[in-house]
T-cell receptor, first 116, second 114 residues
């Protein structure tokens, strides 16, 4: 099992460019999440997908869109990148079946994005 | 609103010394609590979790944490740290608001002195 994979690992964009971050999980998990990590801010939830076919905004959704392509894949799109979106982005997944252990989230290795 | 506070942004300890990282949460119901570790340039790895039962939980790499409901705390401990424990540590509480989510603290960066 690869777990949660993310591509690319690194990306540099110019202001106004667009890009899509890809995430896939092979654990048959129901829920998937996108976070951004900034120094001193911990992890902040951008968007999540509770189940295939649904997506919802998290704490910091502005400037982002997501697509839950199927149960395995959840992509994050920046339509017009801004320097404030320079961050490390993590994708995560969880079983999310209502029991305690199913809240556990499994994380990908992250994408380091710089917007100049 | 649910929240997690890690009061210490940065802690430095000597190798072989004991360690305690603090975590306080705010959540109305019985919490599900987690500690994750992030090594430099890596993703997050689960250290341990608390759902119910014994309030002292054991995790990987020799870590343990104690849930204290009266203090709304879930502090992480290790009796003797190793240089490889240098990392950032995140405490999180699980919430269910239409979907199951985690709320993370700001993180504590641990530096180990040789």
């Amino acid at each position: 099992n690869a777990g949660v994979t993310q591509t690319p690992k690194f990306q540099v964009l110019k202001t106004g460019q667009s890009m899509t971050l890809q995430c896939a999980q092979d654990m048959n998990h129901n829920s998937m999440y996108w976070y951004r990590q900034d120094p001193g801010m911990g992890l902040r939830l951008i968007y999540y997908s509770a189940s295939e076919g649904t997506t919802d905004k998290g704490e910091v959704p502005n400037g982002y869109n997501v697509s839950r392509l199927n149960k395995r894949e959840f992509s994050l799109r920046l339509e017009s990148a801004a320097p404030s979106q320079t961050s490390v982005y993590f994708c995560a997944s969880s079983e999310a079946r209502g029991t305690g252990s199913s809240y556990e989230q499994y994380f990908g290795p992250g994408t380091r994005l710089t917007v100049t | 609103a649910q929240s997690v506070t890690q009061p210490d942004i940065h802690i430095t300890v000597s190798e072989g010394a004991s360690l305690e990282l603090r975590c306080n949460y705010s959540y109305g119901a019985t919490p599900y609590l987690f500690w994750y570790v992030q090594s430099p340039g890596q993703g997050l790895q689960l250290l341990l979790k608390y759902f119910s039962g014994d309030t002292l939980v054991q995790g990987i790499k020799g870590f343990e944490a104690e849930f204290k409901r009266s203090q709304s705390s879930f502090n992480l401990r290790k009796p003797s740290v190793h240089w490889s424990d240098a990392a950032e540590y995140f405490c999180a509480v699980a919430i269910s608001q239409g979907a199951q989510k985690l709320v993370f603290g700001q993180g504590t960066r641990l530096t180990i002195n040789p």
